[in-house]
């Protein structure tokens, strides 16, 4: 099973600042089958990135997503008030598919 | 557009089963698959398993196996996610999500409560 780590657990910033998240995962993901979940308080996770660097259908082009292997970032290039929530990296390359504990980004 | 919508909330007591339903509508593609994820209170998203809806088939995580049924009716657009010799570790929130590689579209979740 691979196991993804994402650092930093919880990451506090300023609207407008740029967010550096990352997953770094145990055994290369094939093909790059990574995806990034946003999941705000009392809501389903909702999909961001997939391929790695692909953005979902109606995620606004400050979100971006980049990586291959073992390592892989988001990147919110600068923070609206609506992207402060918990982001999950999946891998679905290899079963059982699995996701990452998560980073928290905090308003600072 | 996809939109999912699953069963209410449920209370159980430890040994029991509980059957969680997950309906799907709108532009869904002729072939596609729901996958289940759950999330305990204050944790992250773990991944049950999978059913391909056009045939049937599933796949789950060996965590689950033995202890996990999806199965789904094809005429109602239902997909069900079975977990059987509940405990408190099995509190959580139950999600179905379309798709068994990325999950574009999710489902609102389902408490389900373990308790004595």
């Known amino acids: 099973e691979i196991v993804l780590t994402q650092s930093p657990g919880t990451l506090s910033l300023s609207p407008g600042d740029r967010a550096t998240l990352s997953c770094k995962a145990s055994?290369?993901?094939?093909?790059?089958?990574l995806a990034w979940y946003q999941q705000k308080p009392g809501q389903a996770p909702r999909l961001v990135i997939y391929?790695?660097?692909n953005r979902a259908t109606g995620i606004p082009d400050r979100f971006s997503g980049s990586g291959s292997g073992t390592d892989f970032t988001l990147t919110i290039s600068r923070l609206e008030p609506e992207d402060f929530a918990v982001y999950y990296c999946?891998?679905?390359?290899?079963?059982?598919?699995?996701f990452g504990g998560g980073t928290k980004v905090e308003i600072k | 557009q996809v939109q999912l919508v699953q069963s209410g909330a449920e209370v159980k007591k430890p040994g029991a089963s509980v059957r969680v339903s997950c309906k799907v509508s709108g532009d869904t593609a002729i072939s596609y698959g729901i996958t289940w994820v759950r999330q305990g209170p204050g944790q992250g998203l773990e991944c049950m398993g999978w059913i391909s809806v056009y045939q049937g088939s599933t796949k789950y995580a060996q965590k689950f196996q033995g202890r996990v049924t999806m199965t789904r009716d094809t005429p109602t657009s239902m997909t069900y996610m079975e977990l059987r010799s509940l405990t408190s570790d099995d509190t959580a929130v139950y999600y179905c999500?379309?798709?068994?590689?990325?999950?574009?579209?999710w489902g609102q979740g389902t408490p389900v409560t373990v308790s004595s």
């Open positions: 055994q290369s993901v094939y093909n790059s089958y």
């Open positions: 391929g790695a660097s």
């Open positions: 999946q891998q679905y390359g290899s079963s059982p598919h699995t």
């Open positions: 999500a379309y798709g068994v590689d990325q999950l574009l579209f």
